[in-house]
């Protein structure tokens, strides 16, 4: 466990952190503390704001002519569709309050549709936690990037790691959704060996994300697997791998 | 009436969903800034337009992690020049070259007052803490390397950054 830093400490990093100068084990503290200090969030920011003005003060020129067109051609399938599915659970929300003003329901079927919308909040505010955290992650220099594909699927993921961290972020895409009593595995391979990556399940869209804490220093594997597991996951694999990538 | 052209977070979220239209979109919006970093960081065109990609590619796969805290401009031009650095980075070890250029890139002509702001910020800056930001900002590199390129102790290298950065900050604020 890091030692927490006082604001001072922080504030003193946050010029190096926003030019992400600091080495990963550097950089962990400071986010750390900024997770839980919005006057350290708010120095980031104007640090933040003025690297990215002076990213823009650069003589300005347009792309060629082409590129958006081998652009579109390099995207990943599935091709280029709109899927509008947005707003599911604002709805929910929604249908939570006017359950909570409508006296015709009753005031005990209220009381429950308020216990599930304070669930889920909780869920989605965790998940928000880790996409930020991923996010962070992204942003580090040196964050490779390796494909994750099926044999045959359309299912596919890709694994962000840094080869000096043991932290990692795995996302993936149309893996489908599995029964509660079963839950996706990440394998990390070395010297033949596996260890556990972290357990993970995906939305309704097959759509996943996982911050990965592995045992070693990613530069150590040399591959990376996902099978299906039995929920809490397994000592080892116990299905067919259904994604995989050399690191 | 004309139609409200869709904000960042609109799009970004509608990227997450996979949809190409929305893609494109935020690329007609920022794809020349982020090419222009990318050529100013590499001095190459075509790897410029490579990097651009590269760019747009990752946003097509991880739109679903953006959060919206700062403008997505500053996320894209923070991709941007982490690739570029990424790509620096390799070259150097490659070819043990030395940075390329010696002054920060920025538009001579100026013409767009945000540009002429910035500009006349980093000319007020010492030479010393010009040079420094030049190597960590657009060239990638490390303190331990701009120490060693600079032949000065890295503790120098460290403040001349930070009081660049803060002396930037408190002029474009």
Sequence with gaps: MEPSLSCEQCEDLLADYALQ??????????????????????????????????????????????????????????????????????????????????????????????????????????????????????????????????????????????????????????????????????????????????????????????????????????????????????????????????? | MAEMAPPDAALLARIAQRDGQALELLYHRYGRQVFSLARAMLGDQAQAAELTQEVFLLVWCSAGTYRPTGSALAWLLRLTRNRAIDLLRRRRRQRRGQPRGNELPLAAGADAAEQRAVRDAVAALPPEQRQALWLAFFQGMSHQEIAAYLQIPLGTVKARIRRALQALRQRLQ
């Design chain 1, 21 to 247: 100068a600091l080495t990963p084990q550097e950089a962990e503290p400071v986010a750390v503390h900024l997770a839980t200090c919005p006057r350290c969030q708010a120095s980031l920011a104007a640090y933040e704001d003025t690297l990215t003005r002076l990213a823009q003060a650069v003589p300005q020129y347009s792309p060629p002519p082409a590129l958006w067109r081998r652009l579109r051609r390099r995207l990943p399938a599935p091709p280029l569709v709109s899927r509008p599915r947005r707003g599911r659970r604002a709805l929910a929300v929604a249908a939570g309050v006017v359950l909570l003003l409508g006296a015709a329901w009753g005031a005990w079927q209220a009381q429950r549709e308020v216990v599930r919308l304070r669930q889920q909040w909780q869920v989605l505010r965790s998940e928000l936690e880790v996409q930020r955290r991923a996010l962070a992650f992204l942003t580090l220099p040196e964050v490779r990037q390796v494909s994750l594909r099926s044999d045959g699927g359309r299912a596919r993921g890709v694994l962000l790691w840094h080869p000096e961290a043991t932290q990692a972020v795995l996302i993936v895409q149309d893996l489908p959704p599995l029964a509660p009593d079963r839950v996706y595995q990440l394998w990390l391979l070395w010297d033949g060996k596996r260890d556990n990556g972290g357990i993970f399940r995906v939305d309704a869209r097959g759509f996943g994300l996982l911050e990965v804490h592995a045992p070693k220093p990613l530069a150590a594997y040399q591959a990376a697997g996902i099978t299906a597991e039995p929920a809490g996951g397994s000592p080892g694999p116990t299905s067919p791998r259904l994604l995989g990538g050399r690191l």
